[in-house]
Structure formats: structure tokens, C-alpha cells
């Protein structure tokens, strides 16, 4: 394949080739901008997540527990070696990959992914970084270990702030309420269930974090009261954090995440019991607990958020993007400060979007993960006629 080069900040980039295949040269109609679905690489298994490096190589993480690496539009036939082995069973398996902020002088690459048990099952969430350098990962260290216990619900996004905090999604790990619903792990900080986590670049607790010095409270945490959150995303211009989680049947979430804050599972929400709807919240609403910033009944299994700052398509620069797993499509959300004015449905049906992501050239980058394992593709969007 071609292989085209461009620079950023004195940094030679070599954007991924992408090659249109004879279906993809229908141009799909959106509200602000006409566009195409292009291939850039295919026969991945299961791939989670999307991170770009300086170099202008592609890591893409696949569930059964590979790190690939996608270098002038081919997929490089070896995983790298030196990834942890994971739990890839269900929704276990290899998650999450970022590279640190400063990775062009350090060369370290962070990964979150279910972690065994000495018995090699009952999987929590963990997160390690190492040292990637001649396609190999070494120094490999474990930074965070999830004090939770269940099936799945991994959580599992990362992402740096501007100040250089590491940002951990932890899921509820479907733990069922104990007694009341007040009593489910989501809602005790004695445990990881269903939070947020803040930790410095090496693992350690910030001084500063909202529960340091909550006697039985996890230090590690930032908010809690979470499901099961795929999607997280920095704001660049105003460093916001948000998120986008699972609820049930029903009553997927956008979240603000604000320090120390209760966002409410499975007290209050918006979704109901699968298979029998019946109720699971006490109510929509509760006194110190959050509203989302936004939210989808019916469910489209969100996975995957993007906050748009490139060039290629200006119309869409300051939408946020959100990747549809159970509704197979790209939502698009116009937002005026910290609400939604407007959403509009991209791609339905094209595949189950788990990843969505930037890329140094400016398109949106989506990973399809299909439900049965057969093999799929790291596709973009590109603005019709270019831009």
C-alpha cells in the first residue's frame, strides 16, 4: 500500500494507508458533512481498543490477549511480545491501550485487561505499563489492581489528563445488590465496583484525591456509582472528563465526572430488568446523587467516546462521538458547553463499534468488534472530496 507522510510539531508521521474497497465508495449523508467508510486494516479478532503512537504506527488491542501493531497501512503479522497473559473469557481479555503523555522520550505504553487469579480465573480489572521499543514491550510493571470480584463489567478505559493523571474505568463487575440497593459494592467505597480512578503516571495516590482520607474508603477512587463505563475522553480545551457507560435494558449514560461525586447505580437510572422490564431503580432521581449529561432508551451499548478537535471534517470539530455495540451505529453529539443540543445516528448497522478514536490526519478512526469472532476491521471516516 501507498504510504503517506506528514509532520506534526517536527515529528515524522506516517498515517495509515487506507485502501476503499468497491462497497465503500457509497457516500453516507450526514446533517453537516457527506463522507465514506474506508478500510484501513482487516482479520483482527476482537479488537477493544485504538491508540496512535509519534511514529505515526497504530497499537490495536485484541480481547484474546494480543497487542498488534498496524505500520504504513498493513497489519504486521506478530503480536508484540511481553504483554501480560489475561483472562479472555467473556468480556475479559486484553482492554485498553495508551501511550504516556511524553512517550516520544519515555516509551511507555499503558494497558488495561482482566487479570487471573493464581488458579488463572475470577479475572479484576488491572492496568500495566512497559517500556515499547523494537516492536517489543519489556519492564513491564503493574501499576493498579481492582479490589472487585464477578463476571464481567470490566470497565477498563484509560486516559491522561492535561496534568498528566492516569484516568481507570472500573465497571460494577454485575454484582448483584446486597439486601437494598444502597448496599450494592457501586455504592461502598470500601471497594473499586463501579468507579473512577485517578492515580499519578506510577500508580501512586494523588494527595489530593476525594476519599484519601475516608477512613475504609478506596483512595484510589475520583467518583463511584458507576455500571459498567467504555467510553472516557479529556475534553482538550476545557479538561473536563466524561464518560459513557452501560446501563441495563435501557439508560445508557453520558457522565461529567466531577471529583467525589455519587452517580447513582443502580439507585437511580433510566433503564429496567432484561428479559422481564421490570423495575430495577428506585427512581430516576435521588439528593446527591448525579444526572447524566445525557442518555439513550433503548440502549445502544455504548463503548468508545471521541471529543472531534481535527481539520478534516470543521463542522464536526467540538462533537463528541460514541460507539454503538448493541445498536451498531456512531452517535453524534452536537454540545453547547457541558449539554447536548443534538445527536444525530452515523453508520447504523455497519457493525458493533467498539472503539472510537482520532488519528493524527484528522479522520475518525472506529474498531468493529463482532459478536462472533469473525475476523474485522479498523475502518475511518473520510469527508467526501476531502477537505
Known amino acids: 500500500m501507498i504510504r503517506s507522510s506528514m509532520t506534526i510539531a517536527g515529528v515524522a508521521l506516517f498515517v495509515c494507508a487506507a485502501t476503499p474497497l468497491a462497497a465503500q465508495s457509497a457516500v453516507h449523508q450526514s446533517d453537516l458533512h457527506d463522507y465514506r467508510v474506508v478500510t484501513v486494516v482487516d482479520g483482527l479478532e476482537h479488537p477493544w481498543a485504538i ?115 492516569l484516568f481507570i474505568t472500573v465497571g460494577d463487575r454485575q454484582a448483584p445488590p446486597r439486601g437494598n440497593l444502597e448496599a450494592h459494592p457501586a455504592q461502598d467505597l470500601s471497594n ?92 430516576t432521581h435521588r439528593e446527591g446523587m448525579e444526572q447524566p449529561v445525557h442518555y439513550w432508551v433503548p440502549s445502544i ?14 463542522k464536526w470539530r467540538g462533537n463528541m462521538f460514541v460507539g454503538g455495540l448493541a445498536g451498531q451505529q456512531l452517535a453524534r453529539l452536537t454540545m453547547d458547553g457541558q449539554k447536548v443540543v443534538a445527536e444525530e445516528t452515523l453508520l447504523e448497522g455497519m457493525g458493533r463499534i467498539r472503539d472510537v478514536r482520532q488519528g493524527p490526519d484528522g479522520y475518525i478512526y472506529l474498531a468493529i468488534d463482532h459478536r462472533g469472532g469473525d475476523p474485522t476491521p479498523i475502518v475511518r471516516l473520510e469527508p467526501v472530496g476531502g477537505n
Open 192 to 283: 473499586h465496583h463501579g468507579t473512577t480512578i485517578r492515580l499519578h503516571d506510577d500508580g501512586r495516590v494523588p494527595a489530593d484525591n476525594p476519599f484519601v482520607d475516608r477512613a475504609g474508603a478506596r483512595p484510589e477512587i475520583w467518583t463511584y456509582g458507576h455500571r459498567n463505563p467504555q467510553g472516557l475522553a479529556i475534553h482538550p480545551e476545557t479538561g473536563d472528563v466524561w464518560i459513557n457507560e452501560h446501563g441495563p435494558q435501557g439508560g445508557d449514560e453520558l457522565n461529567l465526572v466531577r471529583q467525589g461525586r455519587n452517580y447513582g447505580w443502580p439507585v437511580i437510572g433510566h433503564g429496567v430488568n432484561y428479559g422481564s422490564g421490570s423495575p430495577i431503580h428506585e427512581s
Open 301 to 314: 451499548a455504548t463503548s468508545g467516546l471521541l471529543i472531534y478537535t481535527g481539520d478534516r471534517f470543521p
Open 51 to 165: 491508540a496512535f503512537l509519534p511514529s505515526g504506527d497504530m497499537l490495536v488491542t485484541e480481547r484474546p490477549g494480543r497487542l498488534r501493531i498496524v505500520r504504513g497501512g498493513a497489519l504486521l503479522p506478530s503480536p508484540v511480545t511481553g504483554v501480560p497473559a489475561v483472562f479472555a473469557r467473556g468480556q475479559g481479555g486484553l482492554l485498553d491501550v495508551v501511550p504516556h503523555p511524553d512517550f516520544a522520550s519515555n516509551r511507555l505504553i499503558y494497558l488495561s485487561f482482566s487479570k487471573p487469579n493464581a488458579e488463572g480465573s475470577a479475572a479484576t480489572t488491572a492496568v500495566v505499563r512497559g517500556r515499547f521499543e523494537n516492536d517489543r514491550l519489556t519492564d513491564v510493571e503493574q501499576i493498579f489492581e481492582a479490589a472487585t470480584r464477578g463476571n464481567g463489567h470490566y470497565g477498563s478505559r484509560l486516559a491522561f489528563d492535561r496534568d498528566g493523571f
